[in-house]
């Protein structure tokens, strides 16, 4: 159980286009999910935090109008990477975490390599 | 300052060989410390779990240690093999915020 799926896997865009990554609990609901940005050799950086009906949560530095987060359900999330640039190229991933946030498991989904030209 | 450090960044290791990585937090308050293992071009996946008043805890051949006193963690790999080559993520939940490592960059030889 508790598996996240993630869409694409990878993608290849031109700089100045939108990138949309959906994020998906296939078996439990997620009443918040988590996105995540990694670089090479990195820590996981915590972008934004979702719940399901209600706004993002950006974390300082991070522009919220450049990464749309949209958490439409309970069971998908989605990042649009709007006008991106070469430098948004990373590995996105998202979590999901179910329930209260005591016990704070998340589970991650299998990321988003973004390569932007 | 990273709340979690790990160490050592990377290691090369024989096929069959034991291995042990080092975490060592700051973060206060403390709920609970995972250990993830990461293959690369995938997302983390949960090895352990420890809260505070546990010491050990093991996974098929992944032995975690916690100490709270003195703020640090172990992941111990016994008798490795090619597929654990791998990133090793300490993460601290302090607070209901994760604290990530960067990871321990393990890579098992034949």
């Known amino acids: 159980g508790a598996v996240v799926s993630q869409h694409p896997s990878w993608v290849i865009c031109k700089s100045g286009t939108s990138v949309k990554i959906e994020c998906r609990s296939l078996d439990f609901q997620a009443t918040t999910m988590f996105w995540y940005r990694q670089f090479p050799k990195q820590s996981l950086m915590l972008m934004a935090t979702?719940?399901?009906?209600?706004?993002?949560?950006?974390e300082q530095g991070v522009e919220k109008d450049k990464f749309l987060i949209n958490h439409a359900s309970l069971t998908l999330s989605t990042l649009t990477v709007t006008s991106a640039h070469p430098e948004d190229s990373s590995f996105y991933i998202c979590s999901a975490r179910e329930g209260l946030p005591s016990y704070n498991e998340q589970f991650f989904g299998p990321g988003t390599r973004l390569t932007v030209l | 300052k990273n709340q979690v450090e790990q160490s050592p960044q990377s290691l090369i290791i024989l096929e069959g060989k034991n291995c042990t990585l080092q975490?060592?937090?700051?973060?206060?308050?403390?709920?609970?410390l995972r250990w993830y293992k990461q293959d690369t071009g995938r997302g983390p996946v949960s090895l352990t779990i420890m809260t505070f008043s546990e010491n050990t805890k093991s996974n098929g051949r992944y032995t975690a240690t916690l100490d709270a006193d003195t703020k640090q963690s172990s992941l111990h790999i016994t008798a490795s093999q090619l597929s654990d080559s791998a990133s090793y993520i300490c993460v601290v939940n302090g607070n209901n915020r994760l604290a990530f490592g960067k990871g321990n960059q393990v890579v098992v030889i034949p």
């Open positions: 975490c060592n937090y700051t973060v206060s308050p403390f709920s609970n």
């Open positions: 979702s719940n399901e009906g209600s706004k993002a949560t950006y």
